[in-house]
């Protein structure tokens, strides 16, 4: 099944802002926590605590 561009964008769209709604949800959740995120950066583990992560 072939999508038009514009359905394209549309499905781009919203994948788009549901990713965004769940790393907020995410974020939420680990500072009631306390929690810490963990990310790769050129082969760097770098640790960061929720609270430093703006929105």
């Known amino acids: 099944m072939k999508l038009s561009d514009s359905n394209n964008k549309e499905l781009k769209e919203k994948?788009?802002?549901?990713?965004?709604?769940?790393?907020?949800?995410?974020?939420?959740?680990?500072r009631q926590t306390g929690?810490?995120?963990?990310?790769?950066?050129?082969?760097?583990i770098k640790k960061v605590k929720a609270e430093d992560v703006e929105e």
């Open 35 to 44: 929690g810490i995120f963990v990310f790769s950066e050129n082969g760097i």
């Open 15 to 30: 994948i788009l802002k549901g990713l965004d709604l769940t790393f907020k949800k995410l974020l939420k959740a680990k």
